[in-house]
């Protein structure tokens, strides 16, 4: 069974950090895309960066270029979401979803998807 599993997530203050965490079981990452989501209260799902597996590039979404970082370990089977800089409007449910496709884009289809952990940014 395939199983992805986001950690990492608490509370921190505006100007913060946090890495998350998205660790596979079931499958491994190296071959997959893999992707940033978040979901704030009450608003749609949204992509945060998306990195590609052939050569190790990451989109990022505007609001979270040059404060977000992706990096993997492939001996680890985990993909991980420095968060720096860290602003009020960054709290959400964050997710982790992958995808075995040429392109990588939040907007695709992803196969397999974790089930979240949240941040939250509060003084």
């Known amino acids: 069974q395939v199983q992805l599993v986001e950690s990492g997530g608490g509370l921190v203050q505006p100007g913060g950090s946090l890495r998350l965490s998205c660790t596979a079981s079931?499958?491994?990452?190296?071959?997959?895309?893999v992707a940033w989501f978040r979901q704030a209260p009450g608003k749609e799902r949204e992509g945060v960066s998306c990195?590609?597996?052939?050569?190790?590039?990451?989109a990022y979404e505007e609001s979270v270029k040059g404060r977000f970082t992706v990096s993997r370990d492939n001996a680890k089977n985990s993909v991980y979401l420095q968060k720096d800089r860290l602003k009020p409007e960054d709290t959400a449910v964050y997710y982790c979803?992958?995808?075995?496709?040429?392109?990588?884009?939040?907007?695709?289809?992803?196969?397999?998807w974790g089930r979240g952990t949240q941040v939250t940014v509060s003084s």
């Open positions: 979803a992958a995808h075995n496709n040429i392109l990588c884009h939040w907007n695709m289809d992803f196969d397999y």
């Open positions: 079931g499958l491994t990452l190296d071959p997959y895309n």
């Open positions: 990195t590609r597996h052939s050569d190790g590039t990451t």
